[in-house]
């Protein structure tokens, strides 16, 4: 199903649900994921997906400050949680870096790295939309981005360990943000079930939680590219 399958009436929760189905459909083609599932999954495909992830992941908290400083003060609430939202997220980059290096990785061949072709895009939308007055359907960037590591993240982080062998600290920002995600999406579906987005508001936040859900499969799938 997909968001265009959806009637006006539905919710915002039902029309973000639908979103969600359809990036769970692109994950699935992924061909890094694809080769987790199969068992295939190589040491040098993780080092891939982690060098990849650094890249784009070092930019999180400064789109998400520039955000909070886009909100005016009738958005005061969304403001304070993005500011919140950007001090969590600002050293996650930094546990990449250590599961990196903790399986023979050097920080010097990962600083050195660049984006690849999904990433630029992401982060390039991403500062695009955080540049907007009042930018709310970023919430709909943090449903596809915290979801994937509330929902996604711990799973992937077992399959590699279950297949790879990988000590803990080895795969720690991916177990981390199992946690630290769940409590954010908490955080988000309280903003979007408070009342407080209205209906063009509801629509900015579906549309940019489509672009992200692709922009971040397109990440996945031209590692190194």
């Given amino acids: 199903m997909t968001t265009e399958t959806l009637a006006p009436s539905d919710t915002l929760a039902d029309r973000l649900t639908a979103v969600w189905d359809e990036f769970e459909e692109h994950l699935a083609r992924v061909p890094i994921l694809q080769r ?22 070092v930019d999180g908290s400064p789109w998400i400050s520039r955000a909070a400083a886009s909100f005016d003060v009738d958005h005061f609430e969304l ?20 599961d990196y290096v903790a399986f023979g990785g050097t920080l010097a061949e990962l600083r050195a790295g660049r984006k690849n072709i999904g990433s630029e895009a992401l982060s390039g939308y991403m500062f695009h939309y955080a540049d907007r007055p009042n930018p709310v359907g970023l919430l709909g960037a943090m449903f596809i981005i915290e979801g994937l590591g509330a929902r996604r993240a711990a799973g992937w982080a077992s399959r590699f360990q279950e297949v790879l062998g990988l000590a803990d600290n080895q ?40 672009v992200v859900a692709r922009l971040y499969a397109l990440q996945l799938t031209e590692l190194d590219r």
């Avoid at 080092?47 to 992830?53: G, I, K, Y």
């Fill in 36 to 57: 987790l599932a199969e068992g295939t999954v190589t040491i040098d495909d993780y080092r891939r997906l982690l060098f990849n992830l650094r890249q784009q992941v």
């Fill in 79 to 98: 403001r304070s949680a993005a500011i919140r939202h950007a001090e969590e997220e600002h050293r996650d980059y930094l546990m990449i870096e250590r």
């Fill in 171 to 210: 795969v720690h920002f991916m177990t981390y943000h199992q946690d630290a995600d769940a409590e954010h999406t908490g955080n988000l579906e309280a903003i979007l079930q408070s009342g407080a987005i209205d209906a063009e508001g509801a629509d900015e936040i579906v549309r940019c939680a489509q």
